[in-house]
């Protein structure tokens, strides 16, 4: 139930965002050249102290205004959210394994009241450094290879 009530918080969140689309490039589809370009700030005068006006989306100068950085501080902030949830999904899964590997072990043990029935649990006792090692020591060397 945990779970889905993040997903649903993450999928409303992105759907918010995704809706409320705030633009990060100054003129990515129909400029000239710098695709790129982080948004820039509009200023309120239209024509600078120089007497020349001021460049719009796409024309020679404009990357000398300052950055307009909301679009990708929005975005920053969505995959900060997202990574969030993603660290909280992969804990859940983690106790989630933990606690079904602790049944699976507490089944096995009440399997041992019967001598037939102890044999595999019994075996998988005896076998439990091989079942073991290859999650827990050869793993991780393989990691740092």
């Given at each position: 139930?945990?779970?889905?009530?993040?997903?649903?918080?993450?999928?409303?969140?992105?759907?918010?965002?995704?809706?409320?689309?705030?633009?990060?490039?100054?003129?990515?589809?129909?400029?000239?050249?710098?695709?790129?370009?982080?948004?820039?700030?509009?200023?309120?005068?239209?024509?600078?102290?120089?007497?020349?006006?001021?460049?719009?989306?796409?024309?020679?100068?404009r990357w000398a205004l300052p950055d307009d950085t909301t679009g990708?501080?929005?975005?920053?902030?969505?995959?900060?959210?997202?990574?969030?949830?993603?660290?909280?999904?992969?804990?859940?899964?983690?106790?989630?394994?933990?606690?079904?590997?602790?049944?699976?072990?507490?089944?096995?043990?009440?399997?041992?009241?019967?001598?037939?029935?102890?044999?595999?649990?019994?075996t998988l006792w005896l076998a439990a450094t091989e079942i073991a090692?290859?999650?827990?020591?050869?793993?991780?060397?393989e990691e740092l290879i």
């Open positions: 139930i945990w779970m889905l009530f993040e997903y649903a918080g993450a999928s409303a969140l992105a759907l918010e965002r995704a809706t409320d689309a705030t633009p990060i490039y100054d003129a990515d589809v129909w400029a000239p050249a710098r695709f790129f370009m982080l948004r820039k700030q509009e200023p309120n005068i239209t024509v600078t102290s120089t007497g020349s006006p001021v460049p719009r989306p796409g024309e020679p100068g990708i501080d929005a975005l920053a902030t969505l995959h900060s959210y997202l990574d969030d949830l993603r660290t909280n999904r992969t804990i859940y899964a983690l106790l989630l394994c933990t606690s079904l590997i602790a049944l699976v072990g507490r089944l096995l043990t009440m399997c041992t009241f019967q001598p037939r029935l102890a044999i595999i649990p019994l090692q290859p999650a827990f020591v050869r793993h991780p060397i």
